[in-house]
């Protein structure tokens, strides 16, 4: 290429360090722009008061009995952040998770003492599972398994009529969103069919509709006290290694069932996955989790000054949004909407 031509387009008439040079034109000329009312905080709440109780695979969070958590969601929320989603770690464990499903289990608790405190534009999600709440750490009712010998695994159908109560539980209480993450199929019909049966009919699903059998998982399985007791998960969460073409029909079932934000979990692995349901439903509200492993690698990293934590933090942040997610669930919500004050 020739730089005599002024008028080719090439150097030196084409400089783009000119919108680099001032910080006010490259404020003018950022596209992706991190907001912290599009992040949701992730807490984890547990029966009892005054407990505040560090969780050592994820510095910085905790489980928090109730009063402790609203405290917390009074911070977040003063901070601008969008919202807080909830997870429960019950005082019993059985084979159902009926503490899941009872008006005076732990979630149902948090979730009517948040909406005594919290403004009505601040949102309150739970996630709806069942992990937590069973003796097993399976996101279900278990079954014998007839062509696995006597392997367990979820019963499918039969988990469906538990996430409509779990869910119709959250909704009495007064919840803002469900977030159902167990990735049974037929899960947002029924939960769908549930509220609309029950004058629940505005009440918001965001599903986890493209969730991977993910290594990342290992410090929230310490944080939700919810690691199988035998087994694993991949026979309803889905293989790292499957097809992208898998990810978006599990996305267009959801839609088609009533879900009205999808989500890919987790996040930094399935960057492409996100592009991906971008651009095939781009009018559709897509969340992306930046989950408990990216979390705590980027912590024991920062923590022994091989990398700037804030940097790090806000360039991940940034990826997911730029890859196509317009809502951010992240444990780092709380200080990204202070840094970014």
Known sequence: MSIDNQNNGYFPTARLRRLRYHPGVRRLTRDTILAPDRFIHPLFVRPGEGIRTPIDAMPGQFQLSIDE?????????????GGVMLFGIPEVKDAVGSDAMSDDGIVA???????D?????????????????????H?????????????????????????????????????DMVAPSGMMDGMIAAIRKGFDDNGFERLPIMSYSAKYAS?????????????????????????PDSAPGQALREIALDVEEGADIVMVKPALPYLDIIRMAK???????????????????????????????????????????RAGATIIITYWAKDVAEWLS
């Not at 958590?69 to 952040?81: F, S, T």
């Not at 405190?117 to 750490?137: M, N, P, Q, R, W």
């Not at 990342?216 to 944080?223: D, N």
Request: aromatic content about 8%; glycine content about 8%.
């Open 279 to 321: 651009d095939q439903f781009p009018g559709l509200p897509l969340a992306a989790y930046n989950v408990s492993g990216e979390y705590s690698m980027t912590k024991a990293a920062a923590a022994n000054g091989w990398i700037d934590e804030k940097r790090v933090v806000l360039e991940t942040l940034t990826s997911i949004q």
């Open 215 to 239: 290594a990342f998982y290992g410090p929230f399985r310490e944080a939700a006290e919810s690691a199988p007791q035998f087994g694993d998960r991949r026979s309803y969460q889905m293989a």
């Open 69 to 81: 958590l609203v405290k917390e969601v009074k911070e977040i929320e003063k901070r601008g952040v």
């Open 109 to 115: 608790q948090a979730i009517r003492a948040l909406r």
């Open 117 to 137: 405190v919290v403004s009505k534009e601040f949102l309150v999600i739970a996630d709806v599972c069942f992990c937590e709440y069973t003796d097993h750490g």
């Open 139 to 175: 996101c279900g009712v278990m079954q014998k398994c007839g062509r696995c010998g006597d392997e367990w695994d979820v019963d499918n159908d039969a988990t469906l009529a538990n996430l409509v109560k779990q869910t119709l539980v959250q909704a009495r209480a007064g919840v």
